[in-house]
């Protein structure tokens, strides 16, 4: 049969077909296909742990690569350097071969090596360098201590070997004596000195001021700049302390609880010249700490800026291997043969390019074993495969949403594109609020390059319904100009089929009807703008709103139906079409299709003409079920209008029990027949020959290779073939179309009454544009002077604002919403069965663009 | 001008219209989309334009307000 051209009409033919590929080609055949991603491969491995399977150590090392490369991409954010992202419109990057990826793990392998070591030597350089300054602290500050202290030195009694010495000698009298430069360590007083936490210094003073019962004499300063802990880059505030005690044990003492608290003690010498000694040489060790730490800092981030530059075109080559890998793991290995068998759903017209696809690369590898592509029969359902292009994508989108397909049943999205935008503009009519509806979709296509890369989530959104939005906004133009409103206000296009005549006794604020022009003339498009702003303007345009929304939900039901009868047609199930289509057509268009007839039947009478009054149509058809045979009130809308009334009223009675019940019967008695000639069920005895009844039960172990069929020259790897296994019950079908009947035939009413919400919106949409409009704009009108223009101004943008935020953008998705469940509820009812299930191929396309984490490296 | 024979004019213009999508519509595998769409959303529109124009042909009231100024009588 000659393949039909896919089309987005229905799901694109799919064939089953099996691959049989040379072991050692199997990355660079998967990595083809996935660069056409046309194939969804099935799991021949399901019985198969994830950790046994043939290509776990590959997945494993790429793992460890991937490990790495976010290793350097955090050490980059941590240093600040910039990820230059990889853009993939623009580059595209060339499949890798197996040696540049091994060099790629190589390298990354080095690459983690050496900056796990600058980074370990950094931060202990960082600590040295905190240490040294810590000490300079100490140093800086007991030195002014003991700079302090010196001065005060001589008045401190010398020894205490002389009783008779005084307390405190004269000045004078030690003045120019030669044992000025008496230190410490001559009255046998040592120190400590060091660096503690700011917050610990209480408790700490507390703590020595107890254990020594007050012998010690404790001097603290706070070190101004807060220090740098390099374990975790935070910065404490710190204090220098010096503890002046008596006695060596007390010292040693005193060193160990400040150890115990936490503190750094550091050795000062009490000398003043081998103290500025110790100062210079902290300094210069200080500096050349800082020289090295420059220098490994510089090597680090030159080695990152290196690693930034490329690190994003990495990671996608490796999540592109590992990818290849799990698919390779979806493939059964035949050990005996060295060869790879995989089956894989693909579409029957790109068949030949999938076929040219693995002639090259078998040509490329210079193989003398060709590749063989297979297709083969399968009563498996095939995934729904629904070509979209960037118009249709979000149209598809939206009916996805609700449910996929079934194979090769009418796309319920083809309709989708007009009706569920017109509908949304029926709701939506006002011609200046879709102007900027209609500007915001033509600037998001016509900036569509620079907007696709806004990653802000709700405005992704609306980006991706930008078609819907262009198509919404320009039925919402047409109907704004059907409903001859422009935010609110009345447009005169055409001159009005309305006069409005001076009475002889006019005066003002008198209550005047206009008079139908007399020559036939009826206004040529849309509203005429009299009624605009008239006090019964709501009766009329409630009525005609309402009937409109009858008409066209009857439009858009019996729309829908058609598609049953030519899914029917095409699935060849006549027994669909006589059972179901034919019978619901006519209860539905019985009642509903008789009201709209009706309805326009009406508007085309001239009632003052024919001096009748014009009947009510909602009491007719009560009465048409209450009491059929008459009319209500006598009012009459044509000569015979009973006769006709009952008949269809019968006619769509007597429907019910057809749909009741002719679908079961004749499906029993088809089964009857078939088995009456000895045929039976497919999945009843019949198996695909490589899996035979006894062996269906017995796990079937990795690398168990297909048996081979001669005749078909075929064979299905993959169990659970047994899904359509399918056997005629007539309760469960009888059940079925009880329940699909009584469904069809209140949802007839049901719907019809649902689709009411197109006045109702349509009506709330202009009530609140009204109020808008003279809550605001009409305030400012009426006042003059420089109050009335600054009212104007401030008013205008009042207005303006809550026109776009509440009238667009809330109203709009408000009738969208509700054109949504039309599309959905009202109009998938009629004919789609959604029973399929997506086709979703091996694509490196769609695989980067779904990842989250590759997300920050894709510019 | 816009008389009640009109909407047979304009059954008779989106018939044209019609046609002319049908053969107009670029081909490929699109064709089925462009036609389905263009036909649809062209008869939509006439549904619309000609249910708001028989709604208006024999109206059984009239606009009636009681703000109108005197110049704008007739």
Redesign the interface.
Known sequence: MAPRQDTPFRSADMSMVQLYVSNEIGREVVTALGELGLCQFRDLNEDVSAFQRTYTQEIRRLDNVERQLRYFYSQMEKTGIPLRKLDLDVDRLASPSTTEIDELSERSEKLEQRISALNDSYETLKKREGDLTEWRWVLREAGSFFDRAHGSVEEIRASNDNDDAPLLSDVEQNQGAPDAERSFSGMNIGFVAGVINRDRIGSFERILWRTLRGNLYMNQSEIPEPLVDPANNESINKNVFVIFAHGKEILAKIRKISESMGADVYSVDENSDLRRDQIHEVNSRLEDVQNVLRNTQATLQAELNQISQSLSAWMVLISKEKAVYNTLNNFSYDRARRTLIAEAWVPSNDLPLIRSTLQDVTNRAGLSVPSIINEIKTNKTPPTYLKTNKFTEGFQTIVNAYGTATYQEVNPAMPVIVTFPFLFAVMFGDFGHAIIMLSAAIAMIYWEKPLKKVTFELFAMIFYGRYIALVMALFSVFTGLIYNDVFSKSMTLFPSAWEWKKPDNWKEGMSLTAELNDHGYRYPFGMDFAWHGSDNDLLFSNSYKMKMSIILGWCHMTYSLCFSYINARHFKKPIDIWGNFVPGMIFFQSIFGYLVICILYKWSVNWEEAGASPPGLLNMLIYMFLQPGTLPNGERLYKGQEVVQVILLLLAFAQVPVLLFLKPFYLRWENNRARAKGYRGIGEVSRVSALDGEDEDDSRPNGHGPSFDDDEGVAMISQNIDEDHEEFEFSEVMIHQVIHTIEFCLNCVSHTASYLRLWALSLAHQQLSVVLWSMTMELALVKTGVLGVIMIVVCFYAWFFLSIAILVCMEGTSAMLHSLRLAWVESFSKFAEFAGWPFQPFSFDTMLEESEELKEYLG | ????Y?IWIGLAVIVALCVASWFLSPKG?????WR??LM??II??Y???L??????????????????R?A???
């Open positions: 001008m816009a008389q009640g009109s595998e699109n064709q089925v989309l389905s769409s649809l959303a939509s529109c549904l619309m334009w249910i708001t124009f028989l709604a208006q042909l024999h109206p059984l009231i009239a606009p009636r307000r009681s703000d109108l005197e704008y009588l007739e």
